[in-house]
């Protein structure tokens, strides 16, 4: 669900705690793990003067705040929209901690808006300038009903079992509902 | 007021494996034998597009006179339903393979039904997608047992606009779709064995006024019927119009606009216009070149005809009779009554081999007679259909449907 620094960082909208997501390194010597190998040759690297490993994880957090003036109007989720997400995403969040929680991701997300995309094309891929590989026509797996039926709880003949729906207004509903409590 | 009919139709691509992974296709099989771990849903698994199921795609456009786009997308269309283990299917909503073509029929006019008028639909567009798995709902015990497969099949869906007024339109359009797409070898369009599913989009208005609430007319499994479903649809909201009440649109909640999402894991597909535009670095092995499938096009159901009556100066309307009868081609020194005679054309009247094919039928279904006993009565079509297939559709349906209500009661 939610990552709890989200939610944190909504509330404040200030740059994150430092432990959360922004990597700090340790000091040069004395963050040798037990292990040994991998720490000891990481600093290794950072030692070496003409080393070519360069990192692109910042130093220091490089964070501005966002001031709110800079944000759209801040989304209000109406039972209306609860509803139908509810129904879409098969999860239960109807409870004013839920709805508040999904309020403050929005808002989070609504930092989004500074960065200006005029003239840029989304990009929804990001495999989109290789190549889509074709493969032939012809028959490479199948015949595994037994292990594919040995990972279901439930069998009936081969056949793999799943129970009708609870809302019988539409039958299509044929799952049940996830519950969603979120801590914040 | 008049009808007006949008048609929206799934033809199963015909390839030996499913459009994403390298599973068989293949009509009768035990239950979840057809099916990889991509099929299933197992996690870490990825689609790979199969190249067959893109030319068949692209040939069909350029039958139907599509422009065939030479980038073109993928996306997920996300909702639950247990015969999509998946959650989602694989599609192509935003950006499909081919758009803006025309499908010419023609259908029989005229109190003798010998006029031949011939009409257009628009088609908006053709895209690849997945099919589903199967479900059967056994209500007795509260289950759905689910059979994978079927599920991820390469289908393509045709969207046409909604320019036909009613039953009559609509059949003749699926008849001329069915030989175009069995011509190309791309879709064997048999709609008993749920090769071809047609789902019509009806509704009712006066001609200038805007469109009527729509409804949808599905799970149809022979042209005759969609004509039927359609007619009986219109008349019924037309009354329903007349008598001051409002038609009632019963869409399912997963048809919405919302759910989409770009395909992460599919780069755009390009296919190219002709060898020399395939770039450098582009294995030729790999590329999907369109002028190369244009030379591979068979002569058209509509270019046969043309030529039958103008080499042979027959009647327009006999013309639709011969092409439907694909031995003519081969061998086209052979007289109408022998080709007859060999492909065992003739209607099945026989009572008593009827009731044979019948009980042979019923005897290799019981799981369906089961369903049936117990008050699915939908099931029967697909017994029937089981009838037409192993009788290559000679037999009456009107009389099958009688003798398979007795034997299963």
């Known amino acids: 669900m939610f990552c709890k620094c989200a939610a944190r960082v909504s509330r404040a909208l200030r740059p994150a705690h430092p432990r959360c997501g922004v990597l700090t390194l340790p000091a040069r010597s004395d963050t040798v793990s037990a292990s040994g190998t991998s720490w000891s040759r990481w600093t290794y690297k950072r030692e070496s003067s003409n ?58 997300a609504d930092q989004l808006h500074v960065v200006n995309t005029d003239g840029v094309e989304p990009m929804d891929s990001v495999l989109e300038d290789r190549d889509l590989f074709l493969r032939d026509d012809t028959i490479t797996e199948g015949e595994c009903a037994e292990e594919l039926l040995h990972l279901a709880k439930h069998t009936v003949e081969e056949y793999f079992v799943a129970p009708p729906g609870k809302n019988n207004n539409n039958k299509n509903t044929i799952t049940k509902k996830t519950s969603c409590s979120i801590r914040t | 007021m008049v009808g007006v009919v949008g048609l929206e139709i799934h033809a199963q691509i015909q390839s030996t494996s499913k459009l994403f992974s390298g599973s068989h296709v293949r009509f009768l099989a035990p239950p979840n034998s057809l099916v990889s771990h991509f099929d299933a849903s197992l996690p870490g698994t990825l689609p790979v597009l199969n190249r067959r199921c893109v030319e068949a795609a692209v040939l069909t456009g350029l039958a139907l006179n599509c422009t065939i786009n030479k980038k073109s997308l993928f996306d997920r269309k ?25 499908l010419v029929y023609s259908h029989f006019e005229g109190r003798k039904r010998n006029q031949v008028v011939t009409k257009s639909v628009k088609i908006k567009q053709i895209q690849l997608e997945q099919d589903s798995g199967k479900s059967l709902h056994d209500d007795e015990r509260s289950q759905t047992l689910i ?75 022979s042209v005759r019927h969609l004509a039927k479903a359609i007619d009986y649809e219109i008349q019924r909201q037309m009354e329903v ?108 009247n026989d009572k008593e081999e009827l009731q044979k094919i019948c009980q042979r039928v019923v005897d290799s279904h019981p799981e369906e007679v089961q369903i049936i006993r117990r008050g699915n009565k939908k099931v029967l079509n697909k017994l029937m259909g089981e009838v037409q297939r192993e009788t290559k559709g000679r037999t009456d349906p009107v009389k099958v449907r009688a003798i398979l209500e007795k034997m299963v009661s």
């Open chain 2, 147 to 221: 059979d994978l497969n079927r599920a991820g099949v390469g289908l393509m869906e045709l969207v046409m606009e909604p320019e036909m007024c009613c039953g009559e339109e609509a059949a003749a359009a699926v008849r001329e779709l069915q030989l175009i797409l069995q011509a190309l070898g791309t879709c064997q369009a048999n709609m008993a064995e749920g090769q071809l599913r047609v789902d019509a989009n009806v509704s009712v208005h006066r001609p200038g006024e805007p469109l009527g609430v729509r409804t949808e007319v599905k799970n149809i499994n």
């Open chain 1, 51 to 108: 080393s070519a490993w360069n990192s692109k994880v910042p130093q220091v957090p490089t964070w501005e705040p966002v001031a709110e003036n800079q944000l759209p109007p801040p989304t209000r989720v109406s039972p209306d929209l609860v509803d139908k997400l509810e129904r879409l995403a098969l999860v239960d969040f109807g409870n004013k901690e839920g709805v508040d929680c999904l309020e403050k991701a929005i808002r989070f």
């Open chain 2, 78 to 102: 996300h909702y639950f339903y247990a015969d999509m283990p998946a959650g989602y299917q694989i599609t192509q909503q935003r950006v499909p393979i081919a758009v803006d073509g025309i």
């Open chain 2, 241 to 348: 119009l007349q008598s001051g009440g409002t038609v009632l649109n019963e869409t399912r909640a997963f048809d919405s606009k919302s759910g989409f999402m770009p395909e992460p894991n599919l780069p755009p597909l390009f296919v190219y216009e002709s060898e020399a535009s395939v770039p450098g670095g582009v294995d030729p092995a790999q590329a999907v070149v369109i002028d190369r499938l244009s030379t591979q096009l068979p002569e058209l159901p509509s270019v046969k005809r043309t030529r039958l009556v103008e080499t042979h100066g027959i009647l327009q309307e006999h013309s639709f009779t011969l092409v439907v009868f694909q031995e003519m081609w081969k061998a086209p020194e052979k007289k109408v009554g022998q080709i007859v005679k060999e492909q065992d054309l003739w209607m099945i």
